[in-house]
């Protein structure tokens, strides 16, 4: 049994603490917002975010975070991405040396183009940071659904204990060493997202789908290749498995909003509707920022900005990527 505090009471949190909970640990949610904590407490259940997942009365929830983290073990970093330095160096004064944190938010900071476990290690240098990514919407695990998960960290010991905190017989997690390559599939996955549910807002068919993933998968195993990421990462849960997941379903917020913009939203107004922190518009201009910064192209993700950031029409983006100058899809090995 395992004391373990969870920074962030949204949906993935608050799924995370149910599965922990049932696995036998002792388990603290941490919220900065107070109605928040008075309404899971009074309710044991996330009205809002994870409606249906009741709580059970062992987990606690708070808004002190002092003692959420010097309390426990392990620490789970469950804030969206664009919150994930600040939280972090709140955190700091009260995190000890070689503590865990496990970070679970997806993205890239746009201002820096570092990853988030390379934010926390910057804001807290005495921790042990790792990341936890896959396919994984939280309104399944919440709900017991079975999924398959990584771990990465730098050091064997830290994944192999994060793997059997985690695991259980619906959650299965495999660990690795490849923390570069696993955030980068999981951050951009997201704005490949957006292409796919804009292409859905159009009424786009299977074919436009199929395409959007296989050359979006493409587009992020150059980049993350590029950055020092291990190629077969890209071709695993953290890479492909994750994209497709993200791409196909109404669980994903990213796909939501994109079905909005598609339908002729703006992207404030598909933000606002979702109701949620929309991970792919914060990565989508970090993503060009790497592409420029490692002379990497990315099309799919050009135009997805050039459709948030620049008021370029859906169809337009789409035009465009369709006729773009002739390429070779694998290899150039033809015979004379």
């Not at 808004?63 to 804030?79: P, R």
């Not at 936890?132 to 079975?146: F, L, Q, T």
Request: hydrophobic share 45%.
């Amino acid at each position: 049994m395992s004391k373990v505090g969870i920074i962030g009471a949204g949906s993935w949190g608050i799924a995370l603490a149910v599965l922990l909970e049932k696995n036998g640990h002792n388990v603290t949610v941490w919220s900065i917002i107070e109605d928040e904590i008075k309404m899971l407490n009074e309710k044991r259940e996330h009205v809002t975010k994870l409606p249906g997942v009741k709580l059970n009365e062992n987990i606690k929830f708070s808004v002190d975070l002092e003692s959420t983290v010097k309390d426990n073990e392990v620490l789970v970093l469950a804030v969206p991405s664009p919150f994930v330095r600040k939280t972090a160096q709140s955190m700091k004064p009260f995190v000890s040396e070689n503590q865990i944190i496990v970070n679970v938010a997806k993205g890239v900071e746009e201002a820096s183009l570092m990853t988030l476990s390379q934010v926390i290690e910057e804001e807290i240098p005495q921790a042990q940071v790792a990341v936890m990514c896959g396919p994984s919407h939280a309104e399944e695990v919440g709900r017991g659904i079975p999924t398959t998960i990584v771990v990465g960290a730098r050091k064997k010991k830290t994944a192999e204990l994060l793997q059997n905190l985690f695991m259980n017989e619906v959650f299965r997690v495999y660990i690795s060493p490849d923390v570069l390559g696993m955030e980068i599939g999981s951050a951009l996955k997201n704005v490949v997202a957006l292409a796919a549910g804009i292409a859905d807002g159009l009424g786009y068919g299977d074919n436009s789908k199929a395409a959007l993933i296989t050359r979006g998968i493409a587009e992020i195993t150059r980049l993350g290749t590029a950055m020092g990421g291990k190629a077969e990462t890209f071709a695993g849960l953290t890479g492909i498995g994750d994209l497709i997941v993200t791409c196909a379903s109404m669980h994903s917020r990213n796909r939501r909003a994109g079905i909005l913009i598609g339908q002729g939203k703006t992207m404030q107004e598909a933000m606002d509707e979702v109701q949620m922190v929309v991970e792919g518009v914060y990565s989508a201009k970090a993503a060009i920022g790497l592409s420029k910064k490692y002379n990497v192209e990315l099309p799919i993700i050009e135009q997805v900005n050039k459709i948030l950031f620049e008021d370029k029409s859906a169809a337009e983006a789409v035009l465009e990527l369709m006729v773009r100058d002739k390429k070779i899809e694998i290899g150039e090995d033809f015979d004379e």
